[in-house]
């Protein structure tokens, strides 16, 4: 599923993560940037060393912000470590933490002059956060990111499995549905 948001696009697919050839990929990363099982793992594992060791010059992450290194063997020429919430109950700040995560990672691309993003869908592994309240979370805050002054040109969420895919289609098609600034296209 697509939908053009200003003059950007914001797209949905089934997949992983790691075989995405765009400018840089997420990771759904923690704060001491140590790597992990689920997303973490795979990018590490099929990026190569050189990530783990400019991670380690880093040094750490605060929840809700981002950093960028290098995308190793990836085809993706970076990689962005966001650190997403440990969903608690949902009080305690876990939205607007997540939705930092993706507006740092939006921001860091920015700065970097990075065209082409792919995010995962950030905390909704091990950290337990509600994968459809965190669908709502991430395409309201990215759609706002693109309806500003923005050279990003594709925000593309690679959802793995088709679970999570249907997901995403769905809180997309409500976002769309109540602002106009989102256009589905197919
Ligand atoms: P977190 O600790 O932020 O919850 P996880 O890696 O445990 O991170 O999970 C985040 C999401 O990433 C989950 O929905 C999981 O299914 C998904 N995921 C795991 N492997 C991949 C992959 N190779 N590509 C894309 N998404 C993946």
Request: charged share 20%; proline share 5%.
């Given at each position: 599923m697509k939908a053009k948001i200003g003059r950007s696009v914001l797209e949905l697919v089934e997949g992983d993560i790691t075989e995405q050839r765009v400018d840089a990929i997420v990771n759904a990363a923690n704060e001491g940037l140590r790597g992990g099982g689920g997303v973490d793992g795979a990018i590490h594992r099929a990026g190569g060393p050189e990530i783990m060791a400019e991670c380690r010059r880093i040094g750490r992450c605060p929840t809700g912000s981002a950093v960028i290194t290098t995308g190793g063997?990836?085809?993706?020429r970076h990689v962005i470590h966001a650190v997403g919430p440990v969903w608690?109950?949902?009080?305690?700040g876990e939205p607007n933490l997540l939705a930092g995560a993706y507006r740092s990672s939006l921001q860091l691309a920015e700065e970097h002059n990075l065209r082409t993003i792919a995010f995962p869908?950030?905390?909704?592994?091990?950290?337990?956060?509600p994968i459809d309240r965190a669908a709502r979370v991430a395409l309201r805050t990215v759609a706002d990111y693109l309806k500003g002054?923005?050279?990003?040109e594709l925000v593309r969420f690679v959802l793995f499995g088709r679970s999570a895919y249907d997901v995403y289609v769905q809180a997309l098609q409500e976002l769309a549905d109540r602002d106009e600034a989102i256009q589905l296209v197919s």
């Open positions: 063997q990836l085809p993706a608690r109950d949902g009080a305690h869908s950030i905390s909704t592994g091990v950290y337990g956060y002054d923005t050279r990003v």
